[in-house]
């Protein structure tokens, strides 16, 4: 157990739909990653969080957003699903930039 | 452009014998962080090593070091004594501005 939490671990949905995925920090780290990971590729940065407030934008399509709330969970939302956006989608937290990045195991996403 | 490069797709090593994967990166600024990642089947992402820019001494973790070279902007992860359990996906990754660059992987064969 790497201390960060994601949830679903597996996730089915249709073309067209909307969900949510959700991540907590390790304790005590203030910052949290989103990273898309697609079959056979490498990690595409999506967006990161620190303590609330958006820090730095990477990849992330406008059909995606996320959030980070006071208790230093992050949600991330996908919308308008296209088959393309099946993946595994990461969440990573550190207490700040440059140290201790640990990752979650991961949300399977499927788009059916 | 700040960037990641990992010019080896595969690479296979005898067990018990010695590997090294290559990492290149392109930056402007002085101190960043690198690391080596594992991704094994499971997908989760391991940190293996982590480096600092500013210091000259090269990481060692166990079997796993680097040879960290600033000028020439290079990283690469020396695994000894080589073990069935070390196969997995190996990613080069580094704190660049406020994000966190990941090269393309190179997947490690360990051949019995």
């Known amino acids: 157990d790497s201390g960060v939490t994601q949830t679903p671990k597996h996730l089915i949905t249709a073309t067209g739909q909307r969900v949510t995925l959700r991540c907590s920090p390790r304790s005590g780290d203030l910052s949290v990653y989103w990273y898309q990971q697609s079959l056979d590729q490498g990690l595409q940065f999506l967006i990161q969080?620190?303590?609330?407030?958006?820090?730095a934008k990477g990849n992330i399509l406008e059909r995606f957003s996320a959030q980070q709330f006071p208790d230093l969970h992050s949600e991330l939302n996908l919308s308008s699903l296209e088959l393309g956006d099946s993946a595994l989608y990461f969440c990573a937290s550190s207490l700040r930039d440059g140290v201790g990045y640990t990752f979650g195991s991961g949300t399977r996403l499927t788009v059916v | 452009a700040q960037t990641v490069t990992q010019s080896q797709p595969e690479m296979s090593v005898q067990e018990a014998e010695t590997v090294t994967l290559s990492c290149t990166y392109d930056?402007?600024?002085?101190?960043?962080?690198l690391f080596w990642y594992k991704q094994p089947p499971s997908r989760q992402m391991i940190l293996v090593i982590r480096?600092?820019?500013?210091?000259?001494q090269n990481a060692t973790e166990n079997r796993f070091s680097v040879n960290f070279q600033k000028a020439a902007k290079s990283f690469s992860l020396k695994i000894s004594d080589s073990q069935l359990g070390d196969a997995a996906m190996y990613f080069c990754?580094?704190?660049?501005?406020?994000?966190?660059?990941f090269g393309t992987g190179t997947s490690l064969t360990v051949i019995p």
């Open positions: 969080y620190y303590n609330g407030e958006e820090r």
């Open positions: 990754a580094s704190t660049l501005g406020n994000q966190f660059y």
């Open positions: 480096q600092e820019a500013y210091k000259q």
């Open positions: 930056t402007s600024e002085s101190d960043y962080y």
